[in-house]
């Protein structure tokens, strides 16, 4: 099949083409999946004057679309927009669980010995206990997490604020990325306006209590502005640093932004 993008009268047609095509190309079902709903008039429109007449080709237009969401997204990402909060009431219960694994194989972790390690560009490295992180101001947020594959359900976390955290830490505000690596061997990275958003939390408790082993204890950060794949559970790990680490699902073809 071959589609020539620079018609723009044509531009929906165009989009419902490049979806079909997609989808009958991209093995991985859930690369297939996000990167088909992904795909906009806008990251079409960065495909003009390029045909995509196979696997090749379509992969690296794919990546070039992804790359433009990303530094779009980033664009249009306003630090000071918060995500909206509900009341108790609409909390959902139970809440669904989700990871790489099923949920009885999520990590025990002894919260008595447990330390998050932090390194990269901060001035004060040293660990930091579940009671040091207790000890800073805690807040409590009702938001709504949104999965790619197709769910979203309201919670309720609580903890400091990753902000607080970063500037107790004395991190280099102008590093451009936090980098996360969890218990699991999960990894994520975040930018540091997100990192820096009131909302971005590290969450210690979920519904009034420490977060069940299911749902990401020790900790996890909570960032209501970003899809459910960039909330990292377990996080053992917390590095500042330039240097690009892009993250689990974001190396299988997520969008490394993951706005929600
Ligand atoms: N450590 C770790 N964090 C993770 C994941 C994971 O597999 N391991 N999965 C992510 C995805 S895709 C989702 S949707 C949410 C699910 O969180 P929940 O189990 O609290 O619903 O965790 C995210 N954080
Ligand atoms: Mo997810």
Known sequence: MKFSLWRKDNAE???????????????QVSRRRFLARGLTLGGVGLLSGCVIDNNA??????????????????????PSQLAPTYPD????????????????QAPQIDGEAF??????LVTRKRPWS?????????????????????WSA?????????????????????ARYIGVHCSDDYYTSI????????QTLIALDWNDAPLPPKYG????????????????????????????????WEDQGYNWFGGS
């Open 13 to 27: 047609a165009v989009v419902t083409e490049a979806r079909a095509l997609i989808q009958k190309q991209l093995p």
């Open 57 to 78: 080709t379509a992969e690296a237009a794919l990546t070039r679309i992804s790359q433009f969401n990303d530094w779009a997204q980033g664009k249009l990402f306003d």
């Open 217 to 248: 204890f020790p900790m996890k950060l909570r960032i209501p502005t970003k899809l459910g794949y960039k909330n990292p559970k377990h996080v053992q790990a917390i590095f500042v640093s330039n240097t690009f680490n892009r993250g689990y």
């Open 191 to 198: 930018d540091m306006a997100t990192a820096m958003h009131p």
């Open 89 to 104: 009431a609409m909390i959902t219960r139970p809440f669904p669980f989700n990871a790489f694994y099923g949920e009885d």
């Open 130 to 150: 579940l009671r040091d992180l207790r000890d800073l101001p805690q807040y409590t947020q009702v938001t709504r997490h949104i999965c790619v594959e197709g």
């Open 154 to 174: 309201i919670g309720k976390w609580s903890g400091p604020r990753l902000g607080d955290f970063l500037v107790m830490i004395g991190a280099d505000m102008r």
């Open 115 to 120: 330390r998050l390690e932090v390194s990269g």
